[in-house]
């Protein structure tokens, strides 16, 4: 087979190729999806995260602001401390709450913010004080079952 | 006595022979490395070796890919269905073939298809004579015959993975959407959402890359080493299938242990 043949063959390999590797990478991946670039970090302390883990997504009405940077273990006060990486596009005020949701049944966990009413933003290091734990099946049982028992007598 | 020493020879001789092979291969591929700058001032050697190892292979990775993205479809729909959530199947067919399927398939028809070819090619060459001669002509076989397909293999492996991944998402797309009827949005998001660029797609093509790597030199080292005779040629192809699918396999086992924890 002479050379100039070849050469086109190969051509249209490696052009298929990298058709496919780009369409593995927009329309099956997330990488056109996740455009969160410039991030600000702020930081927030849970009793319990529950599930959560790192890259876990952080919305905001439900709409993706950011990503779970890292979770710590705090052993002085023995809580977990979560870094969050928000989009430098979305402010929240001070006192935003953060809750852990867990999305479906059995989806993964995310955290939910909910604006305040603070005049001031959150900036890089701020610490989101309000926060409510993930729900733990258990527990949740458990206070049902006492707050039944305690009704029957 | 006699037969158990016998039988602790041949342990011995078992294990010595496959050390030896283990060092002439891994001798073989520093030589491939050191030759390959030669062989790149020829670069049209390459270049034919990826027509005939990743052109060739191109219909027997689309149509494979094709059924075993649909298989993923109709299977997965039927266990998802139970649990109300076929729409879900988007994200299982993706992930199966982007994480496992795409490069572990594509390594074992690519082994069965190109390293089979490549050993017997080699193979039949040194038989010949052709490698001798080519020494006599002061030609090292290793820059004129070995690097180019290692190269080849290397280049075209990849990409037959990634084609592979691709065509059998749309094999899954075919039978998800279009027959059974599945969401198409939700199919397309639930994926967008779930397949991570940098920890799947990424992950998939590292792995790719080391089939590619361990299936071409198994082959091109079978076919350097084989007895030239019919026999030993015939011989060396089948271990090149043979070992190259259990290299595959293996490696795909370590390579996941590390990447998907």
Known sequence: MERAKIDIWVGILVALGIAAFFALATKVGNLTSNDIRETYTVLAHFENIGGLKPRAPIKGAGVVVGRVKSIVFNTEAYHAIVELDIDKRYVFPKDTFANIYTSGLLGEQYIGLEAGGDENNLVEGDLITYTQDAVVLEKLISQFLYSKASEED | ?261
């Open chain 2, 1 to 261: 006595m006699n037969k158990l020493i016998n039988f602790f020879g041949n342990i011995g001789f078992a294990v010595r022979s496959r050390l030896y092979r283990l060092g002439a291969g891994t001798r073989l591929f520093f030589l491939t490395l050191i030759y390959s700058a030669d062989s790149f001032k020829r670069i049209h050697l390459t270049i034919r070796e990826v027509y005939f190892t990743g052109v060739l292979s191109l219909v027997i990775i689309v149509v494979s890919a094709f059924f075993v993205g649909m298989v993923l479809g109709l299977q997965g729909y039927y266990t998802l269905e139970k649990y109300g959530s076929s729409e879900a199947i988007g994200v299982l067919v993706a992930l199966a073939l982007v994480r496992e399927l795409g490069p572990v398939v594509t390594a074992l028809l690519f082994a069965g298809r190109a390293g089979t070819a490549i050993t017997a090619e080699i193979g039949l060459m040194k038989a010949t004579e052709q490698l001798s001669a080519m020494e006599m002509m002061a030609v090292s076989p290793v820059a004129r015959i070995i690097a180019p397909r290692f190269w080849a293999g290397m280049i075209s492996m990849p990409i037959l993975a990634t084609i592979f991944s691709m065509v059998g998402i749309l094999g899954g797309y075919f039978i998800a959407v279009l027959v059974i009827g599945v969401d198409e949005g939700a199919f397309w998001s639930q994926m967008q959402a779930n397949v991570d660029f940098s920890n799947d797609i990424v992950d998939g093509a590292i792995k790719s890359v080391v089939f590619g790597f361990a299936c071409t030199i198994i082959a091109l080292f079978e076919g350097f080493d084989a007895p030239p005779t019919a026999e030993g040629v015939s011989r060396a192809t089948t271990r090149t299938v043979v070992i190259s699918s259990l290299a595959v396999l293996g490696l795909d086992f370590i390579l996941t242990s590390f990447m998907f924890v």
